[in-house]
């Protein structure tokens, strides 16, 4: 069955150390995207894809970074330049993308089930 | 992208409808309603989407008013396990696809 998956499920950081969150998916989605979300509070868009080779900022960029190398993998590395890392982390993918050309509305997200990071 | 604005909270008993209701006031032309659910601790899962015509699937109704400024979602015999977040989201058809989130609608379905 196509999905997507992260890994790992639960991930222990002590400061100053960098971590880097696995998401894959086989779903051929084009798009890819990583959120952040922290209790009680709705997600927020720290990267996003839309073709291999290419990401763009969101709304909360800073202390992370990403790489689209392949169109399967968009792994999040959360460096020590986060201040407060510890919340839960969503990956996602979607069909449309830049490649497309137009935007298909009749696909959502896929999301993955998450990684919980926890600074020690 | 539009901003939404849905209640904080809301119970239902189970086996009843659950009727959750969305503001989108600022909705332009082009821009689309989704709607996702989030089960504690679970990545959100899709519901529905729509953009003028009301929508039903397997999970969900979807009620998109006339001017386009509102919409709710129902479902029709509310079960223990649709306990969870209720995210509506506005979406338009350029630019960089992304959804804004919210911070939803916690239903909790009473027994």
């Known amino acids: 069955d196509g999905g997507i998956t992260q890994s790992p499920k639960y991930l222990f950081r002590k400061e100053g150390q960098n971590v880097t969150l696995s998401c894959e998916q086989n779903l051929n989605h084009d798009a890819m995207y990583w959120y952040r979300q922290d209790p009680g509070q709705g997600l927020r868009l720290i990267y996003y894809s839309q073709i291999v080779n290419d990401f763009q900022k969101g709304d909360i960029a800073e202390g992370y970074s990403v790489s689209r190398e392949k169109k399967e993998s968009f792994p999040l590395t959360v460096t020590s330049a986060q201040k407060n890392p510890t919340a839960f982390y969503l990956c996602?993918?979607?069909?449309?993308?830049?490649?497309?050309?137009?935007?298909?509305?009749?696909?959502?997200?896929?999301f993955g089930s998450g990684t919980r990071l926890t600074v020690v | 992208d539009a901003k939404t604005t849905q209640p904080p909270s809301m119970d239902c008993a189970e086996g009843r409808a659950a009727n959750l209701p969305c503001n989108h006031s600022t909705i332009s032309g082009n821009e689309y309603v989704y709607w996702y659910r989030q089960i504690h601790s679970q990545g959100p899962q899709y519901i529905i989407h729509g953009l003028k015509n009301n929508e039903t699937n397997e999970m969900a109704s979807l009620i998109i008013t006339e001017d386009r400024k509102s919409s709710t979602l129902i479902l029709p015999h509310a079960t223990l396990r649709d306990t969870a977040v209720y995210y509506c989201i506005v979406r338009g058809t350029s630019g960089t696809y992304k959804y804004i989130f919210g911070t939803g609608t916690r239903l909790k379905v009473l027994a």
């Open positions: 996602a993918s979607s069909i449309d993308g830049a490649v497309r050309g137009r935007y298909r509305p009749n696909y959502g997200y896929t």
